[in-house]
């Protein structure tokens, strides 16, 4: 997490005059306290606004959240600093990743910004890069899509890259296209040793969620079930009672692209 950065978007969002007024008490709240803002204090502010808790405000939560993202990724990538802040934004205000999946005006947001985030992506050369790689898990990773529902919209964009004249080799998309499908090789669940080592290091041997260096345990923060690879970039430390805690609130996300004909458009969609 980092707080300046934290408020600086947060001072971003406030600036805007369109902002909702149920939503500009809590990014107020969070410009002016930053990582400091504990579950009670977003409590009291939504009980000040009527809401009888965090649960009946969700709808306003989900959407601040998605106001931080937007100004987040102004330059198309996501540091780990706003990863993090985003992740203590979705804890601070009660809300699980299968959130993002159950209102429709909200799968619209999600959709529109992964969709933008994938066309800037493959439209750029047609190849995926290492970066442009890691900043497709961060995109699955921040609205807790699973491995089939990120995959529509990878496959989507894919198959256009294709149509313009990409090679397969060059495409990082887990689902490779000809004239038919080819599935995705068998995976292993085990973590490299030097990935561990590496993640080891970079969380210093204690739980990014609490802090603890007891029974500590490498995690697959997009669940491997989900397709969530053995990279650097999605295995964190965590102690055995945060990653026991964090595999109970893993939502399962309503069928994401029910209400949106997103795989109808046309190729005109790159170009608009």
Same mark, same amino acid.
């Given at each position: ?74 330059? #198309? *990538?996501?540091?780990?600093? %706003?990863?993090? @802040? &985003? ?5 601070? /205000?009660?809300?699980?990743?299968? =959130?993002?999946?159950? #209102? *429709?005006?909200?799968?619209? %947001?999600?959709? @529109? &910004? ?5 066309? /800037?992506?493959?439209?750029?050369? =047609? ?146």
């Amino acid at each position: 997490m980092n707080e300046t950065e934290l408020k600086w978007v947060f001072s971003l969002i406030i600036s805007k005059k369109d902002l909702d007024e149920n939503i500009l008490p809590l990014a107020e709240l969070f410009y002016e306290k930053g990582i400091a803002v504990t579950k009670k204090d977003t409590l009291s502010a939504v009980k000040d606004l009527g809401f009888k808790n965090l649960k009946d405000y969700k709808e306003n939560s989900i959407s601040l959240i998605i106001h931080y993202i937007y100004n987040a990724l102004n330059d #198309n *990538k996501l540091t780990q600093a %706003e990863k993090g @802040n &985003i992740r203590f934004l979705k804890m601070a /205000l009660e809300v699980l990743e299968g =959130d993002f999946g159950k #209102n *429709k005006k909200v799968k619209t %947001e999600v959709a @529109n &910004i992964i969709k933008t985030q994938l066309r /800037l992506i493959y439209i750029d050369d =047609d190849e995926i890069d290492k970066e442009e790689a890691l900043h497709k898990v961060d995109l699955q990773e921040i609205f807790g899509l699973s491995y089939d529902e990120f995959s529509v919209f990878d496959k989507f964009e894919a198959k256009l890259a294709i149509q313009r004249g990409a090679r397969l080799e060059n495409l990082d998309t887990v689902v490779h296209y000809s004239d038919g499908l080819v599935e995705e090789s068998s995976r292993s669940r085990t973590i490299p040793q030097e990935v561990k080592d590496k993640v080891w290091n970079r969380d210093g041997g204690r739980c990014v969620l609490c802090g603890s260096n007891e029974l500590i345990e490498f995690d697959h923060i997009i669940p491997f079930s989900k397709g969530g690879s053995n990279t650097y970039r999605n295995i964190q430390v965590l102690c055995q009672s945060c990653n026991r805690s964090k595999s109970d609130s893993i939502g399962e996300v309503d069928d994401f692209l029910d209400e949106l004909d997103y795989l109808d458009e046309s190729e005109d969609y790159i170009e608009d």
